[in-house]
């Protein structure tokens, strides 16, 4: 099975910071990585489709990158909403899973 | 309104069974595969399992295969995921989820609000 592994688990950062989350997966799954914002007691909310693509009605801050086995997600200007939890997901194969979760809290 | 709203969840005794519920709403569910995703108290999500738009194909995580069954009524717009055998590591809020498709890839656009299941003694 195709594991996924986030960096760091855990970040501080400020309002108006560039903050970038990692996602690397075990083997190769192309540009099939999903990234989701979770806050607490809320269920996901997609931000970036095929590594890349930002869903409608997400901030332009947010910005994904990566192929293959090296993903990133990036937030160009931390605003206060932004603190929450992040999640990579790999639609590639089965079973699916998601990374760790990173979780951004205010500095 | 689109909308998922699941329900079910409860307190269960370890060996125990639960059946959860997913009800869907706003949206053609028969064109839609759905999917059980859960997160235990404090951790990450995990995929659970997935069914097909008739019902024929169904995929599990390897830790629920033989325990859990992913199962749909078309008719009453629906998804379920019966939990048989359940224990301690089965206790999380269980989320299902539309995957939608946007040429070549898939996500979770909708979700429903989760339940929570809890097995204790």
């Known amino acids: 099975d195709i594991q996924m592994t986030q960096a760091p688990s855990s970040l501080s950062a400020s309002v108006g910071d560039r903050v970038t989350i990692t996602c690397r997966a075990s083997q190769s799954i192309s540009t099939d990585l999903n990234w989701y914002q979770q806050k607490v007691g809320k269920a996901p909310k997609l931000l970036i489709f095929?590594?890349?693509s930002l869903q409608s009605g997400v901030p332009s801050r947010f910005s994904g990158s990566g192929s293959g086995t090296e993903f990133t997600l990036t937030i160009s200007s931390l605003q206060p909403e932004d603190f929450a939890t992040y999640y990579c997901h790999q639609s590639y194969t089965t079973p699916y899973p998601f990374g760790q979760g990173t979780k951004l809290e205010i500095k | 309104e689109v909308q998922l709203v699941a329900s079910g969840g409860g307190l269960v005794q370890p060996g125990g069974s639960l059946r959860l519920s997913c009800a869907a709403s706003?949206?053609?569910?028969?064109?839609?595969?759905m999917h059980w995703v859960r997160q235990a108290p404090g951790k990450g999500l995990e995929w659970v399992a997935n069914i097909n738009p008739d019902g024929s194909q169904r995929k599990y995580v390897d830790s629920v295969k033989g325990r859990f069954t992913i199962s749909r009524d078309n008719d009453k717009n629906s998804v379920y995921l019966q939990m048989d055998s359940l224990g301690v590591e089965d206790t999380a809020v269980y989320f299902c989820?539309?995957?939608?498709?946007?040429?070549?890839?898939?996500?979770?656009?909708?979700w429903g609000r989760g339940t929570l299941v809890t097995v204790s003694s």
């Open positions: 095929g590594a890349s």
């Open positions: 706003g949206f053609t569910f028969s064109h839609y595969w």
């Open positions: 989820a539309r995957p939608s498709v946007a040429g070549i890839y898939w996500y979770y656009d909708l």
